[in-house]
């Protein structure tokens, strides 16, 4: 395995590190146990298992996962032009069997399920070498799956030998702690907003962690064989936490969720336990700057804010009977009634059915489709519901 010198390190940029020493080897009890604030915002160095048996119950709100895949290299990887191909023949991603993957797997995945919350979800990552081996011992452990998704990558690795199809994804597994877990967070209306208003799928096409991202050692090489993209980890983590969450890393390499938690306002715990990774990891995060908090509010979702009635706006007098309202593009007209009804061509009805019947479609959100008139511009009524939410959330 071709390690990189983790070279100088300025004391400054250093974040903690807490060497877990032989110690961690006994199961958990009180006095071996790490606090959770001892651990928060650290890379506790050493063997994952032994590290997480030593944190707290329910303590930690996201997991995030990319464990060695147990590729069973055999010999070298060459081009057609005879070059070498730097695959992943590292020592900790080889296992003796697939038993010994198996019981590895279990170990580390009833641990991460132990010290989750139980609204805690966890993502692994993972390709065809060892997903479905994960995905088995994930649901035999008594976590719920929520989704697969797909990485696509943009600018995979090619086939070099033309033996195979291009291996250009990856799979990760999101699963709840427990089976119909309830109060899981997931910023439904955050990803929609950031996505054209669409849902965002479960394919995401995004590209290899290159350029300027991607760590180098002394010597030039990458400092670490799988470092992963920032944008897939700042895409899970917003996904999936909120700001302050905890959101803990077993196999934390060169600490591309620590870096993503940190600017994103996060808690983190790595875990790692090769020393060269540590010292990337340390330095990078260190380097990090955090966004601004309030720029990493998410927008409530809408289901969590209350209900507004039209009519509530009209006899709040927000809104006066007998005005008239448009669409944005002035095509359409209805007109205001006491009852918190509006009238269309003597139609009667909601804003939500008018909305509908006059542009001929079976639904209608008459909140952002219907205008009102202010100092000559058209503002859409949705605005009057914000205000009224926000008096109504004064007043409270
Ligand atoms: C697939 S890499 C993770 C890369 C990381 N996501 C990144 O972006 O840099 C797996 C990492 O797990 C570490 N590792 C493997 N087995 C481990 C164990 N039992 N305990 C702690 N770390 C382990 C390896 O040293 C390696 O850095």
């Known amino acids: 395995m071709r390690l990189a010198r983790a070279g100088a390190i300025d004391p400054k940029a250093r974040i903690q590190v807490l060497r877990t020493g032989p110690s961690a080897r006994a199961p958990s009890s ?195 064989p799988t470092q992963k993209p920032e944008a897939l980890l700042a895409r899970i983590v917003m996904a999936a936490s909120n700001p302050g969450d905890v959101v803990l890393d077993p196999f934390f390499g060169t600490g591309t969720t620590g870096a993503v938690a940190k600017k994103l306002g996060r808690r983190f715990i790595g875990l790692e336990r090769d020393p060269a990774y540590i010292a990337h990891a340390e330095r990078r995060i260190a380097a990090c700057a955090q966004t601004a908090p309030e720029l990493l509010l998410a927008p409530a979702a809408k289901r969590e804010e209350p209900r507004v009635a039209f009519a509530a706006i009209v006899e709040g007098a927000l809104l006066n009977v007998g005005t008239v309202l448009t669409d944005a593009k002035r095509r359409h007209q209805a007109t205001v009634r006491p009852d918190g009804t509006i009238m269309a061509s003597g139609i009667v009805g909601s804003i939500h059915k008018i909305g509908a019947l006059v542009q001929g479609l079976p639904a209608c959100n008459g909140w952002t489709f219907w205008h009102r008139e202010v100092d000559g511009k058209l503002e859409p009524i949705d605005a009057l519901r914000a205000a009224y939410r926000e008096a109504m959330a004064k007043a409270a």
């Open 30 to 224: 009180s006095s071996d146990s790490i606090p959770l604030s001892e651990a928060l915002d650290r890379i506790l160095a050493g063997d994952c298992v032994e590290t997480l048996r030593r944190l707290p119950d329910a303590s930690v709100d996201l997991v995030f996962a990319d464990p060695p895949y147990n590729l069973q290299l055999e010999g070298t990887l060459t081009r057609p032009d005879a070059s070498v191909v730097d695959a992943v023949d590292d020592d900790w991603d080889k296992f003796a069997s697939f038993a010994d993957y198996d019981a590895f797997t279990r170990a580390w995945l009833a641990e991460c399920r132990r010290v989750l919350k139980p609204n805690g979800t966890l993502f692994v990552i993972g390709s065809y070498h060892n997903i479905f081996r994960v995905g088995t011992a994930l649901q035999d452990l008594g976590f719920w799956l929520l989704n697969d998704i797909v990485w696509r990558k943009a600018n995979p690795m090619p086939n070099f030998r033309g033996r195979r199809f291009t291996n250009a994804h990856e799979t990760m597994i999101w699963a709840s702690r427990d089976a119909k877990a309830k109060g899981y967070t997931f910023n439904y209306e955050a990803l929609k907003a950031g996505n054209e208003d669409c849902q965002v799928r479960s394919d995401w096409f995004l590209p290899l962690c290159t350029g300027a991202e991607r760590l180098k050692g002394e010597d030039g090489a990458k400092a670490h």
